[in-house]
């Protein structure tokens, strides 16, 4: 096996936003849908290796180096805040605003990027009921060939046993793609659920009641 799950690290950021936006679409690729393909990854994958409240994982595989080391191609991700209140408070003066300012509206002649650039403008934050339910959020992505093969329930439980180890009685959001909402079943056999004023697409995990085993 040359797939190995290691902490992700701030130099992942390139890897991360690549396979942000090769998922991009309802989990399948975004790239005819943007000149500026670097948005989705500056949006959902990028901020969560470089700014505080951080942490994730990756998965590598080293099949070209045959170093077994963590040094070869970063193929799939989990991502997360520990705290999504401060992250937002971080983001919303020190991310957001150097984007909107090198990437207005103006530039895009695609939708999508027009879109992400608006965004950048009026980025929203965490709503109160997920922080209610969870302080933590997170995503996960990996690129298709490695799907169905269990790197994502050994990715969450990564995550979780992560998070857990700090806020035992704590909880972790995350949003579903609109697009993409099949893979509800997958999320719900570790235990996530639906949550008092979340949205449709929108689930919760309590660590207390997660079903992952143990995979540090």
């Not at 070209?64 to 970063?74: F, H, K, L, M, R």
């Not at 705290?83 to 408070?89: E, G, K, L, Q, V």
């Not at 998070?163 to 949003?175: A, S």
Request: proline content about 5%; some cysteine; aromatic content about 10%.
């Amino acid at each position: 096996m040359t797939v190995t799950i290691r902490e992700a690290r701030e130099t992942d950021a390139d890897a991360v936003s690549k396979i942000c936006l090769l998922t991009a679409q309802g989990g399948q690729s975004a790239d005819d849908l943007h000149d500026f393909k670097e948005l989705p990854g500056l949006t959902y994958a990028v901020p969560y290796v470089k700014l505080p409240t951080t942490l994730g994982f990756v998965m590598v595989d080293d099949k070209n180096t045959g170093s077994g080391d963590g040094s070869g191609e970063v193929v799939g991700y989990i991502l997360a805040s520990r705290n999504s209140r401060d992250f937002d408070r971080y983001a919303a003066e020190h991310w957001w605003p150097a984007l909107a300012e090198k990437y207005p509206p103006s530039l895009a002649k695609k939708p999508a990027d027009k879109e992400f650039m608006e965004l950048f403008r009026n980025m929203h934050g965490k709503s109160d009921a997920r922080v209610s339910y969870g302080a933590a959020n997170m995503h996960i992505n990996m690129l298709e060939p490695y799907q169905r093969q269990g790197w994502g329930s050994r990715l969450i439980g990564k995550m979780v046993e992560a998070l857990r180890k700090e806020d035992p009685d704590g909880g972790v959001t995350l949003g579903m793609d609109p697009r993409n909402l099949g893979v509800r079943e997958f999320y719900e056999k570790f235990g996530f659920e639906s949550f008092e004023g979340g949205k449709f697409n929108e689930l919760g995990l309590k660590f207390s009641k997660a079903k992952v085993t143990s995979t540090i």
